[in-house]
């Protein structure tokens, strides 16, 4: 393959990669807002000691953290639909070799949910420092604990078959790949910028509907908002960290990913997620100086995310392409592309997505004061 | 022919997997159930809130959607997920082929269920300060992109028992629409009103404030959603119509659990019907909380029967007429019996210093590509239980003729090797595993097996059973 992603490629291997990346990159938005939410509030609840003292970002990070998380998993399914149709083979065959630690993560994601729940809950607050930590990083824990199984179920995937066998043989449970902690690390790091920005746009948007309409948020000279400077901090240190961990990682990849990262295939995409990374740097920058959240600002840093995750989307998946052989799999794509059903979708993905955005727009326009029981 | 696609088997210990994918299967099916039916519940009710003809309905509503958010939300979704990782433990080519077949519809399915959550958030965080007009479009859609959830997935379900014109045609649409798919979904339909409104009850009574008399009010409402289940003797009859006529003989008592699970699903849901009809709606009789409990805990029994049947009757398949329960195809039956079912399994065994021989080494892998699926070795549904009692010539003989010796087992797909190997495997686990055993290469009896394996073809039994009837006929 010498093109630039995906024109290298078969066209419905292609289709089917382009479908699933884009849907992987909704899901990744909603994922990363959860596992670094989730880590900013057990460390807000640790280290708050007894100062009781609330933070803007935290309020509203466990008010929306249910929500997140549902969306999360919601997202979730169409990434994990077209995964299978992509890499069957691969993606099962490592589902059962990591058998009950795989399935763990279902049970687990039960347990972070209600702890999400119950971080809500004002109780939870009053508790002492020991009951709160508890809460708080029981939470994130469950959150990591599936973050660590996909980057394992990942990289168990995408390895040789002489590898699957040892690994059934060992039935250790556990998959070890020197790979899988810069990985994870990574993805963790990276997490922190998206979660800032969705942050960034929910403290603007609240701010402005606190202050009687947009136009007050939109003007520059704005009051300052409670938590700029907090999110734009994570977001920076986010951005910096992970390009760290993305370096580290590079370097234990093996020469195959390498080459694959630097060659035709991915390095346009290499070179996109760091000026998507830098055009986030460009607008966090400001924000944190001027200690207010503009929309102009967050609309560059959200142009920058975009450009920074179609990239490393894009070089990710060439790592696995470099892995496997994907012309073993185009009959297999071509089959699957020829059954019906594509124009339906397309159909119903516009309609629904209409009635959700009306759904948004109802809950906008019809608020008023509830009214008593019996009116 | 393509070559058999092998995958690392798991060993659940003494529980069967069809137990564990079963078990999950109901959970998720009656929440599904409870959040379907709960969506049309509450639009009835905010209806009536605006029409002013019931008291304390907008409280209800939001105390019940507190509920369905909390349950339905969270289990319900992560058990949806587990569902699809768990049937990938059961059977990977199963579940593989699905979604090769109909990633289109789950992807539509995907989109109605994006909505069903936007709606229901919406909904519950901003309900109790919506006007009502706002609320009831909410609930309107939330209602609606739920029921598609179900109509879409019904499709596929329906689709594994009677894949229809399908199988001719490898039309999308042929297998979607097919003949079980109207009664199914109209019968799931009126279950989803049925548990929705008992969970109803359960709700008003919980409901902290009310009189006795505000409480019958609400639920006499509720109990409105039981009036369809008038409809399901015909609906259920519609339904067990389609199914093909050897299913129907697994009901009818050639399989006794399947029997008795059907009997636990039309006895449960008699007892609702009787007291829904007869207490509720005709007489308008308050019921109280434990009441209310049991009659939705009778509707779970009523759905874990009815949906132990739906998983049941497929046998020997999980797709009918393409792929039985084993993960072998048809077609590939004959070839491995040639080449053997385990020779090209790239697996090796995870425990083989357990066994005193190769032969029971061999055993062992047959037992994993062969029977694991459905059976243990001295667990649930075992197979020194069902087997152990059987003479050694016997044991030969009902494997090798399997689809004969039980209708709903799928071929033997092996050499005779083999066989002999998974006989001596089954004796040995009988005789409690002892250190020594000795190899039996015996060239007649494997001539024996050949035979046996010969004369009853690698036809499913299924299909052998209409053949004799046929010539009876004849």
């Given at each position: 393959m010498n093109d630039p992603f995906p024109f290298g490629l078969q066209g419905p291997t292609a289709f089917y990669l382009v479908l699933y990346l884009s849907t992987l990159l909704i899901h990744i938005v909603f994922m990363n807002y959860v596992l670094a939410g989730s880590a900013y509030l057990a460390a807000h609840l640790v280290f708050?000691?007894?100062?009781n003292e609330e933070s803007p970002l935290a309020e509203l990070l466990r008010d929306w953290m249910p929500f997140m998380l549902s969306a999360a998993i919601t997202a979730g399914i169409a990434p994990l639909l077209f995964l299978q149709v992509l890499y069957q083979k691969h993606f099962y065959t490592a589902n059962l070799l990591l058998f009950s630690r795989w399935m763990a993560i279902l049970p687990v994601l039960i347990a972070g949910f209600y702890l999400s729940y119950l971080l809500k809950s004002k109780l939870v607050h009053r508790w002492p420092l020991a009951g709160r930590a508890v809460v708080g990083c029981g939470t994130f824990a469950c959150f990591a604990f599936v973050g660590w199984s996909w980057v394992e179920n990942h990289l168990l995937s995408v390895q040789s078959q002489q590898v699957w066998e040892e690994e059934y043989v060992a039935g250790t449970l556990l998959y070890h790949n020197p790979e899988l902690l810069p990985r994870l690390t990574l993805w963790f790091l990276a997490a922190f910028p998206t979660m800032a920005l969705v942050v960034g746009w929910q403290l603007w948007y609240r701010h402005g509907r606190n202050n009687g309409g947009n136009k007050v948020a939109v003007n520059?000279?704005?009051?300052k908002i409670a938590g700029s400077r907090r999110t734009a901090v994570i977001a920076v240190a986010g951005i910096i960290s992970s390009t760290l961990a993305a370096l580290v990682y590079f370097s234990v990849m093996s020469s195959d990913a390498r080459d694959a990262i630097k060659g035709p295939v991915a390095f346009p995409y290499l070179v996109a997620a760091i000026v998507g990374g830098v055009i986030q740097l460009g607008a966090w920058v400001p924000q944190y100086l001027a200690a207010r959240l503009t929309k102009k600002w967050l609309v560059v840093a959200t142009v920058g995310l975009v450009v920074n995750f179609v990239g490393m989307a894009v070089v990710n998946e060439a790592t696995r392409l470099a892995a496997l052989d994907i012309t073993e799999l185009y009959a297999k794509h071509k089959q699957a592309r020829e059954v019906g059903g594509l124009f339906l979708f397309l159909l119903f993905l516009a309609i629904n997505t209409g009635l959700m955005l009306y759904c948004l727009r109802l809950v906008r326009h019809g608020w008023q004061a509830a009214p008593k029981e019996g009116d | 022919m393509s070559e058999h696609l092998y995958y690392p088997v798991n060993d659940f210990g003494p529980l069967m997997k069809g137990l564990v994918i079963g078990g999950l299967a109901i959970a998720h099916v009656f929440l599904a159930m409870f959040a379907i039916g709960g969506g049309m519940l509450m639009c009835y009710f905010q209806w009536l809130s605006q029409d002013g003809r019931c008291k304390h309905t907008r409280r209800f509503i939001d105390d019940y959607f507190r509920v369905l958010v909390l349950i339905s939300f969270v289990i319900g979704a992560v058990t949806g997920v587990a569902l699809w990782f768990t049937s990938i433990q059961v059977s990977a080519p199963t579940i593989g082929m699905m979604v090769d077949q109909f990633h289109w519809i789950w992807a539509i399915e995907w989109t109605f269920f994006s909505l069903e959550i936007t709606a229901g958030y919406c909904f519950y965080r901003y309900g109790t300060n919506l006007n009502d007009r706002t609320r009831l479009t909410l609930l309107g859609i939330y209602s609606l992109a739920s029921w598609f959830s179900l109509f879409w997935i019904n499709g596929i379900l329906t689709w594994q028992l009677t894949p229809g014109a399908w199988a001719q045609n490898g039309s999308v649409w042929s297998g979607f629409f097919n003949a079980g798919f109207f009664p199914s979904v109209i019968f799931r339909t009126v279950t989803a009103m049925t548990v929705a409104s008992l969970a109803g009850c359960v709700v008003i009574n919980a409901?902290?404030?009310?009189t006795r008399e505000e409480r019958t009010d609400l639920i006499n409402r509720a109990a409105h959603?039981?009036?369809?289940?008038?409809l399901m003797p015909l609906l259920g009859a519609w339904y067990f119509g389609t199914f093909p006529p050897d299913a129907r003989v697994l009901v009818l008592g050639a399989n006794v659990p399947m029997m008795m699970f059907m009997g636990l699903a039309i006895g449960a849901s008699l007892l609702i019907g009787f007291y829904a009809i007869?207490?509720?709606?005709?007489?308008k009789l308050y019921i109280n909380g434990a009441t209310a409990t049991l009659l939705l805990v009778l509707s779970f029994a009523a759905v874990a029967g009815s949906e132990f049947v739906r998983e049941g009757v497929r046998k020997p398949y999980t797709i009918r007429g393409?792929?039985?329960?084993?993960?072998?195809?048809p077609a590939e039956v004959a070839h491995l019996r040639q080449v053997?079912?385990?020779?090209?399994?790239?697996y090796p065994l995870?425990?083989?210093?357990?066994?005193?021989?190769d032969q029971l080494r061999l055993g062992a892998k047959v037992f994993r590509f062969h029977c694991s699926v459905c059976h243990t070795v001295k667990g649930a549904n075992a197979l020194t239980h069902l087997?152990?009692?059987?003479?050694t010539t016997q044991k030969r003989m009902n494997i090798a003729q399997l689809q004969r010796t039980k209708t709903f087992m799928p071929p033997f797909a092996g050499t005779p090797e083999e066989l002999e190997a998974l006989v001596q495997f089954i004796s040995w686990h009988t005789a409690d595993a002892p250190a020594k055993w000795s190899e039996s290469n015996d060239a007649e009896t494997l001539h024996q097996i050949r035979d046996w394996l010969d004369e009853v073809g690698t036809k499913p039994g299924i299909e052998l059973e209409l053949h004799v009837e046929q010539e009876g006929g004849q």
């Open positions: 708050r000691g007894r100062t520059e000279s704005v009051p | 409901m902290p404030g009310l959603f039981l009036a369809p289940m008038l007869l207490g509720l709606l005709r007489k393409v792929l039985y329960s084993n993960s072998v195809t053997g079912c385990v020779t090209n399994d790239p995870q425990n083989p210093d357990d066994y005193p021989n087997a152990g009692s059987w003479s």
